[in-house]
């Protein structure tokens, strides 16, 4: 059995907590209360104190990367924006959360709404916007109510609004749901639902820091890089950068999913270790009913498979910790990614051909269908590996599955595409042998699972 | 492999909004700069939905008078994003979240057994017009699968047991909207 | 076209041209003509935003300027990747394009139904000519195909959805030459097509510029349909006074009879500019002219295009074209 969030404290999980500390505070979901436990202190700060400059100096010295994925470094991101004469720029918060294996967005927009709000009010301060907007998936929906009660508190304690605490900034904020598009996670596509179309990718260039929403410019940022700046700010960049090891600097909300004892939402410092992570009695407590670990996919479904023998240890050997850098230790051929942080655990009994024809669904369900590697490639491989996992296929088709990923990547419009063919890759590179029984035994791969793979010799 | 449209289904008798709806379409349109309405595209069609249950020809024409842009780029949107109904739906709208980690800790059975308890397949109807049962792309739930969602509500960590309650709950008017 | 004075210097296979800034790696191309010019399929010049969506004129960038002369690390689309002064392109001398080409054509056709034989786009089918070049002999999808049912869309055009790329052409053409564009792209990913969503006739004076920008036999005239070979047609350009359009057309023509009318088209299937504006026809000189009385036919057309229409036809330019044929 799971055990329900609601048990989780974040009191007794190990580590400072940056974002989340507040989370069971009764109320913290109101101004009141959120105010009293020092909320909006980074807003009171940055326009009574700080320049935009200072803060967005603040966020660079940080290194702050974006908590969305790619982990691109915020304060570079911001700096890169345009400030033509006379042109509105805009924030666009990113909480179209819908990357398989991560929650950690919704979570911290449900029970604490006005710690995102307040980071859009300092972020937007610090680019010089006066009209911003939260992006929040369709299936959000009850968030959005959510978001919109804090925001109407927030303009009513004149922390939106005009003349924001008589500083003579104006800001508003405001909330808009897409419809059911992963896509739209993709800064244009968001961009485009966000003015109301169709989730379609733009092409690249101009970017949005030049050329965003409606044809302003435009900077995209996750839910909780928004939110991470409250404690930036607060404490000054340094003291945030003091967390981490090297480039992976802060904390980072992961989300467990999958055969765990413990899943749920954590804040980590960057740095802890996976094998803490999964098996530490402050974190997941290990596999659920006794399994064995067969893989992991730390960074979100679009991010490659790591088999039992890679997840705890890079192929070096080394401890393998939850960064940036040592999750993407071995490349593609025996690393990951940190990605979003969504961490999928799989036991002995889950089966990868099956799991990642899954995933092959979803990319292809997901796919606008503009560019034809991607509307062509993505269809293509999830009929094929339909047809694996149901004891349909030939060994043929595992290369051909290679081939047309190799085809996709590099070659769309957008990074779907990728994260379409990597997980796909991955996948074979690491349980080939688990895909050839698929093919061989046929009748037995309808009955039971493969189990866990061999570690190759040498390896 | 040939999507079926039964394009007379599509059709329903033209309703207006509540005019608590309409105040906020007003609203909405106040919320992005001039000329910008269309941006309220979306969420006005979420409110459509969530009164008329689905999105007929009729109200899509109606939401694109209400935005003063073309009925094209209204089906452009509804067709894209799969939120959207554009077909008759039961009361209830079952969406099951079928994506990795709810695979993981068992959504195929869940969507089965909800199949024979309500003896439709995914997609259809009840007889009695009281559920309808689709299933989704990750619902952003993982760690809380296997999950449903039914008009914009998470029912997390299902068990067959507890989908039977749910079942029991919606057709007692438990969770009227 | 405004000149700024300063100009960029760009190699495409070995071959120097000098450009304005701000033009495409593709135009760049086509400047120098010939063989180095990528193929497009979605891209249109005379349609802003058409563009980057097929990817079938994917180029390598080996080195990106002079200022940053790194190589690009992925294949870019040319239509849509403006050139920097000093930057180096490989098209047909880079063997990564040659195969991720090959890719890309595998993909389109993946879902095309290869009904060649029965289509009027025949000859004239860009996507024939990409499949000559860089299909395959043999394919490896063996899955279903999906498919939809032919529709008409007005009384003149037809829609074989099944054969088409999802250019986004015809939905561009509608919003440059249209007021209420009735046909969009609809449902998504491998479901996406092109459709009224209801059945709504596309009913307007400019409709039939549709079939002209289709790249496939997706759109196809039906006043043509199943009448004749184009290559068995004899090109001619014609001209009347029509009060809508240019009114300079092609006729294309067998013995004295006009079997279709279409608007002039350039090298790259493009419409020709006349008079300095993209010379678009208007339905009626399009479908309700079929008459040599109503032209002036003031001589044949050369075809300029690799297609089988211009094989052996009109080899030599001819300089001084009859007038009247009749």
Known sequence: ?459 | MKLHVDWNKRHAEKRELSPESLAKVNELMTHVPEGKHKSALIRVLHLAQIEFGWLSIETMDYVAELLKIQPIEVYEVATFYTMFHLDPVGKHVFEVCRTGPCMLVGSDDIISHIENKLNIKVGETTEDGMFTLKTAECLGACGYGPMLQCRHKNHEFLTKDKVDELIDAYRSGQFES | MHRSGVMIKVTIDNIEVEVEPGTTILNAARQIGGEVVPPAMCYYSKLPGTGGKCRTCLVEVAAGSTADPRPMPKLVASCSTNVMDGMIVKNKTSEKVHENRGGVVEFLLANHPLDCPVCDQAGECHLQDLGYEHGSQKSRYEEEKRTFDPIDIGDTIKLHMNRCILCYRCVHVANNLTENRVHGVLNRGEHAEISTYIENAIDNDFSGNMIDVCPVGALTDKTFRFKSRVWFLKPMEAECSCTKCSGKVVLWMFGNEVYRVTARKDTYGEVEDIEGKPGWICNECRFEKKDTAKWNVTGPRVVDRHSVISQGKYETKIDSPTKNIE
């Open chain 1, 1 to 459: 059995m799971p055990i329900d969030q609601a048990n989780l404290n974040p009191k007794y999980m190990k580590g400072r907590k940056l974002l989340i500390e507040q989370v069971n505070i009764p109320g913290i979901e109101t101004f009141d209360v959120y105010r009293k436990n020092g909320g909006y202190r980074s807003v009171d700060k940055a326009i009574k104190t700080m320049s935009p400059d200072d803060v967005v100096e603040e966020v660079k010295k940080s290194g702050l990367r974006g908590r969305g994925g790619a982990g691109f470094p915020t304060g570079m991101k911001w700096s890169f924006l345009a400030k033509p004469e006379g042109v509105p720029r805009y924030l666009v918060c990113n909480a179209d959360e819908s990357e398989p294996g991560t929650f950690k967005d919704r979570y911290l927009m449900e029970h604490l709404p006005h710690l995102l709000i307040e980071g859009m009010i300092t972020s937007s301060y610090a680019l010089g916007c006066n009209l911003s907007f939260i992006y929040i998936r369709g299936e959000f929906m009850w968030i959005l109510h959510i978001l919109e009660k804090a925001i109407a508190e927030a303009y009513a304690q004149g922390y939106l609004g005009k003349n924001i605490l008589g500083s003579g900034y104006d800001l508003d904020l405001r909330v808009m749901p897409g419809g059911g598009a992963y896509i739209c996670g993709e800064e244009t596509a968001l961009i485009e639902s966000l003015e109301g179309k169709r989730g379609n990718p733009r092409i690249k260039p101009p970017f949005p820091a030049v050329k965003g929403l409606w044809g302003c410019p435009t900077v995209v940022n996750n839910v909780e890089s928004i939110a991470a700046v409250v404690p930036i700010v607060n404490d000054g960049g340094d003291a945030y950068a003091q967390i981490g090891i090297g480039r992976s600097t802060g904390t980072k909300l992961i989300s467990a999913s999958g055969n765990l004892a413990r899943p749920g939402v954590y804040e980590i410092d960057l740095g802890l270790s996976v094998e803490e992570f999964i098996y530490g009695d402050d974190y997941c407590r290990g596999m659920a009913n006794g399994k064995k670990l067969k893989a992991c996919i730390p960074g979100g479904s679009s991010v490659p498979i790591l088999p039992h023998y890679l997840v705890t240890k890079t192929a070096a050997g080394e401890d393998r910790l939850m960064t940036y850098e040592s999750l993407s230790d071995g490349g593609f051929a025996t690393g990951s990614m940190l990605g979003s942080g969504g961490f999928i655990v799989f036991d002995e009994d889950q089966c990868i051909v099956r799991n990642t024809w899954n995933f092959a669904r979803f990319y292809s369900h997901e796919s606008c269908g503009q560019c034809s590697p991607c509307r062509e490639g993505t269809s293509w491989m999830e009929k094929v590996l339909y047809r694996l996992e149901n004891g349909q296929g030939n060994l043929r088709d595992i290369d051909l599955l290679a081939e047309i990923n190799k085809k996709i990547e590099g070659n769309t419009i957008c990074p779907l595409g990728d994260a379409a063919a990597w997980p796909v890759a991955a996948a074979i590179h690491h349980f080939r042998e688990e895909f050839e029984w698929h093919v061989t035994n046929k009748e037995e791969s309808q009955t039971r699972n493969f189990g866990l793979s061999k570690e190759p010799v040498g390896a």
